[in-house]
């Protein structure tokens, strides 16, 4: 499968999916602050280089995968992560799903992993739109037999609402969602390029039907709270003497008592 989808990113289409999400993911991820985050798959993106944390690591899952970066590389699978819960501050996966062999497994083991705030990245292919026609095609012409048409090579893609819903049962919040390449997935660069103004035609009129799309997510846990520095708590003041007025009694008030008491019997 990895040797597959490395062929479909040299074609024009996938070159255009490459730099589209690079893009992407370079302005997202800027401002993500932390500590640790970690990218999964996907080496031909450098998911994290516009991020700033201290820690990176990059998971592949085949030892082909590993190659120069500079973030550490580890052999590992999205459904089983070599991180403590609640450790990560950063989860870039860049079609992670759509690879995976369980999806469902794979969401679950990054919200396993990242802190309450914690920020995931995922950038995936839109079936509602003429990419994801085109892979629904090139399933139909590869059971029936026929010459395949070049296509992402994934099982199934999944859309932008059945993620969403998926990231709301797991606790997490979508803030940001982005939808890009609108133009046919053609093989020839000179068709692919004939179409390029559907870019601008598609991100006015139907920004929804793009080939491919980019989520931000931030894992909400409840009753959580951020706690704050401890040289920002503010010092407990003292509190100043309260005056507190007496009412004084008026001399007509205080005969008349000084009478009464008089002419009580004792």
């Not at 255009?16 to 370079?26: P, R, V």
């Not at 997202?28 to 998911?47: K, R, S």
């Not at 860049?94 to 083991?109: G, Q």
């Not at 993620?163 to 093989?187: I, Y």
Request: glycine share 6%; hydrophobic share 45%.
């Amino acid at each position: 499968m990895t040797q597959v989808w490395r062929q479909w990113l040299d074609t024009p289409a996938g070159a255009y999916l490459l730099s589209w999400e690079q893009a992407q993911l370079d302005n997202m991820v800027a401002d993500i602050f932390g500590y640790h985050a970690l990218q999964i798959g996907m080496p031909e993106i450098a998911g994290l280089q516009a991020n700033r944390m201290p820690n990176q690591w990059l998971a592949v899952s085949e030892p082909e995968q590993l190659q120069d970066a500079p973030q550490v590389q580890l052999l590992a699978h999205s459904v089983a992560l070599p991180f403590q819960a609640d450790s990560l501050d950063l989860l870039v996966m860049p079609h992670s799903l759509e690879l995976s062999l369980d999806a469902h497994a794979t969401l679950r083991e990054a919200e396993r992993v990242l802190v309450p705030e914690g920020h995931l990245v995922i950038t995936g292919l839109n079936p509602t739109s003429l990419w994801g026609w085109r892979h629904q095609r090139a399933q139909w012409y590869k059971r029936w037999g026929r010459m395949a048409l070049t296509a992402p090579p994934c099982d199934e893609l999944i859309a932008y609402w059945r993620l969403k819903d998926w990231l709301r049962l797991l606790g997490f919040e979508v803030k940001v969602t982005k939808f890009g390449c609108w133009r046919p997935a053609l093989d020839k660069p000179t068709w692919f390029q004939r179409w390029s103004w559907l870019e601008k035609w598609g991100a006015q009129w139907f920004p929804i039907l793009g080939g491919a799309y980019t989520v931000v997510a931030v894992k909400k846990v409840q009753g959580s709270r951020i706690l704050g520095a401890s040289w920002k708590q503010r010092r407990p003041q003292t509190q100043a003497a309260v005056t507190i007025a007496q009412r004084q009694t008026k001399p007509s008030e205080g005969a008349g008592l000084q009478r009464k008491s008089e002419c009580e019997p004792r």
